[in-house]
């Protein structure tokens, strides 16, 4: 006999007596998706371009992905937003990114509607949605959409995985993390110890897969019936382009003829494959990359080798894809599991003209040497390495379109799309040309499960859903698409589309070379009229695919329009006031994790403290305190340390010697040691820099100082160290009491290298002034995306 239920919040439907046996049991109703739900999954890609996926014409091998897309259906004429998070706000909630407040990202935020990083609840997650419905909601990998000072231990914890929907989170709160390395949090907590080290085999890639199938099958041995919801973002293509060098290796010399090679190969691949129209134009060498036969011999050789790391990393990717796809066929849910593939943006330029070896150099305005590069090739893809390929290898990435990430022409946002659903879609390997934008995902997955958008989610009004449905395209290549406008705008990059045309104005202009403004300089009143006077483009993509021919000139008219439909959109979405600036927005005073202090005290055992809300010592004179009991026989360890490969500092213990080093962005190290032993007992271990000359942020330079090591008060070691990091110790820092998980930041111990000892707590006091580079760390915050 079923059980009696009731709605909870309404009256109790059972009988209550004076007695069991004059009363009648009723319980609560549980939540219970529709019988034949299909499951959902989501993966996300980073940074992989409209020409990097082998289906889209790519030379790189992605056979997984290429067989969702031969069981499937392939979009041609997928949209998204030009960054990472914003993209992300609109796969999950089929709102825009300024309705998400997410104009660019959270660490990029100001005080306006539309641009404060935090996602509104009343703009419901589809993971809030379906938990509603019975499913069980899993994310894993990036996350990014969290505001920058709520991502530390100190929460508020509302705007993470867990807050928003999701039952179960395994993944990285940030933009883009150490593949070796990571900087895990599982549910709501960081993850001091990783699985495995590198020298075992661990990368994250594979990590996540095994967490995925983990997830996906805790649910499926309990109820078989129960649907799930799987986010699988796996930060790959992102930089670090980390990958084991037996993947990079697949790939040599395939890359030897170039940029423009790549892009005529991959441009006749796709014409044949019919991802692009036959009639399609290859656009037009792009001013600031540099013709392939002007590179000299060395950088060819960087270059390729660059290029290769990339193609293996994604290869890589795509087969720990392969094995959550294996383990849902095994598990019979493969036919009714419902799959959309995409990127969140296009390709990323963020390499520079160069390529580099260590991001953390660029940010910190460490030039690039030669020399370096090729001492590092071999360990490219390593964990030595923090490498981001030349942007030459984005505009390739993006072919056939024009520019790349962060920007509103078509490279920046056209990207792959795939759909799978062999229960509930007929057609098997069609393309499907029909205009799209990541906001019709949620609307289509609603649709597909027959779920009508709620009016509420935990008692919050919903807003609309401002996307909408593509299914009725599933089984019909000649219906019509029924997203007819769509505006983008970036950092005062701005476009729109409309039934088949699209307007750019391209901020500070077409490209680096054709600037005709200053970057990150804001767009006065003054320079918007001037701008929509005159720096509009107009394209009509319905014939001009490619957007090789502006007729702007001969179609004023139209042109008037698209820019008038614009601002309306803008009036809409939350888009006003148009935002170019870079720099200035660091200053803008926003909310913080904690007010800053003159000490901060750390304990051993706790999760690792993110940069945001870590000390900083940069630049300034201080003194690092470990109040510790030193056992018999002695101990060794790390007492404090904030870093990685890529620069950083650790303060520790070996062979009883008291040890500093500090690594100037795997350039140099500068290592002290103690002459004398550490004493067993209770003491108190210090190290203190003293700053002596101004940082010279231009050359890469921070301040230069004395440094010394002190047990009990007594000085054990002084050196100088005549150059140190000036900006950040690099974008997936943490700091760290009693061990140092993190990629190496000196080779004289292997992480996590525990203290053996005990530690009571560690103080950092720091003093002077602090000097400070806001325009170089903005070009950290963006390169995160």
């Known amino acids: ?410 490279g920046g946002v056209s990207t792959p799309f795939i759909v799978h659903w062999p229960r509930g879609i007929k057609a098997r390997g069609e393309i499907r040309n029909q205009y799209a934008h990541a906001i019709d995902m949620v609307p289509t997955v609603l649709d597909c499960l027959g779920i009508e958008p709620p009016q509420s989610i935990k008692g919050i009004t919903q807003s609309s859903i401002e996307g909408v449905s593509f299914a009725h395209t599933f089984d019909n290549a000649g219906a019509p698409t029924k997203h007819h406008t769509q505006y983008f705008e970036m950092i005062g990059n701005r476009a729109l589309y409309h039934n088949g045309w699209r307007a750019v104005c391209p901020w500070p202009g077409p490209s680096f070379a054709e600037a005709e403004h200053d970057f990150g300089s804001q767009i006065t009143a003054d320079m918007l009229v001037e701008l929509d006077a005159k720096s509009w483009e107009l394209y009509h993509v319905d014939k001009d695919w490619t957007e090789t021919e502006n007729v702007a000139e001969e179609n004023r008219s139209k042109l008037i329009e698209m820019i008038t439909i614009w601002y309306t959109e803008a009036g809409k979405y939350n888009v006003l006031p148009i935002d170019s600036r870079m720099v200035q927005r660091l200053n803008e005073e926003r909310p913080s994790a904690a007010p800053d202090r003159s000490v901060y005290t750390y304990y051993p055992g706790t999760e690792p403290v993110i940069l945001s809300a870590a000390v900083n010592v940069l630049n300034r004179t201080h003194v690092i305190i470990a109040h510790v009991d030193i056992p018999k026989g002695g101990a060794e360890g790390v007492l404090l340390a904030n870093g990685t490969v890529g620069g950083g500092y650790s303060f520790y213990i070996k062979a009883g010697k008291l040890h500093y080093v500090y690594n100037y962005v795997a350039r140099s190290l500068h290592h002290l040691e103690s002459s004398e032993n550490v004493p067993e007992g209770r003491h108190q271990l210090s190290f203190e820099f003293k700053v002596t000359g101004k940082p010279d942020f231009a050359r890469g330079e921070g301040a230069p100082g004395i440094a010394q090591l002190f047990i009990d008060g007594k000085s054990v070691a002084r050196a100088d160290i005549p150059v140190t990091i000036p900006i950040t110790l690099g974008i997936t820092s943490g700091l760290t009491c009693g061990s140092a998980p993190a990629s190496p930041i000196t080779p004289d111990y292997r992480p996590p290298f525990k203290f053996t000892g005990k530690i009571f707590k560690v103080t950092v006091d720091v003093s002077g002034k602090l000097y400070e580079d806001k325009e170089a760390e903005m070009r950290m915050i963006m390169a995160r995306q």
């Not at 992300?88 to 990083?117: E, K, Q």
């Open 1 to 410: 006999m079923p059980l009696k239920e009731y709605k909870p919040g309404y009256p109790f439907t059972g009988k209550i007596g004076r007695t069991i046996e004059e009363s009648e049991p009723a319980w609560p109703v549980q939540r219970r998706a529709k019988d034949g739900a299909p499951n959902v999954l989501f993966i996300v890609l980073d940074d992989a371009g409209f020409g990097q996926i082998g289906c889209y014409g790519s030379p790189i091998h992605t056979p997984n992905l290429d067989s969702l897309a031969d069981g499937g259906l392939l979009y041609a004429n997928m949209h998204t937003t030009p960054l990472c998070s914003p993209s992300r706000t609109c796969i999950l909630t089929g709102r825009n990114h300024h309705s998400n407040n997410m104009a660019a990202v959270a660490d990029n935020s100001t005080g306006f509607p539309g641009y404060n990083g935090y996602v509104p609840f009343e703009n419901g997650f589809l993971s809030e949605i379906l938990l509603e419905r019975g499913y069980n909601t899993y994310a894993l990998g990036k996350w990014h959409l969290t505001p920058l000072e709520q991502v530390s231990a100190t929460g508020p914890y509302d705007h993470w995985p867990l807050g928003r929907g999701f039952e179960r989170f395994y993944g990285f709160m940030g933009g883009d993390t150490n593949q070796y390395y990571p900087e895990l949090v599982y549910d709501n907590h960081y993850v001091i110890d990783l699985p495995r080290t590198p020298d075992e085999g661990y990368t994250l890639n594979e990590d996540l897969a095994d967490r995925a199938i983990q997830f996906i099958a805790n649910t499926k041995q309990i109820d078989p019936n129960k649907p799930f919801f799987l986010y699988y973002c796996p930060g790959a293509t992102h930089a670090p382009h980390h990958v084991p060098k037996e993947w990079a290796d697949k790939y040599k010399g395939r890359f030897d003829d170039g940029w423009e090679a790549y892009r005529e190969k991959t441009f006749a691949r796709q014409k044949e494959l019919g991802v692009v129209p036959k009639d399609a134009r290859l656009s037009s060498h792009d001013p600031d990359v540099p013709h392939w036969d002007e590179c000299s011999p060395d950088e060819k050789k960087i270059h390729s080798r660059m290029m290769e790391v990339y193609a293996g990393f994604l290869e890589q990717t795509d087969y720990h894809i392969g094995r959550i796809i294996q383990f849902l066929r095994e598990a019979g849910e493969f036919e009714n599991t419902l799959i959309m593939v995409i990127s969140d943006n296009g390709a990323s330029a963020e390499g520079g003209s160069t390529g580099t070896i260590n991001e953390n150099q660029f940010f910190n305005n460490v030039p690039g040497l030669m020399e370096e590069s090729l001492e590092y090739l071999d360990k490219l893809g390593g964990p030595e390495t923090f490498s981001h390929y030349a942007w030459g290898w984005a505009w390739a990435g993006d072919t056939p379109f024009r520019r790349w990430k962060r920007e509103t022409y078509r």
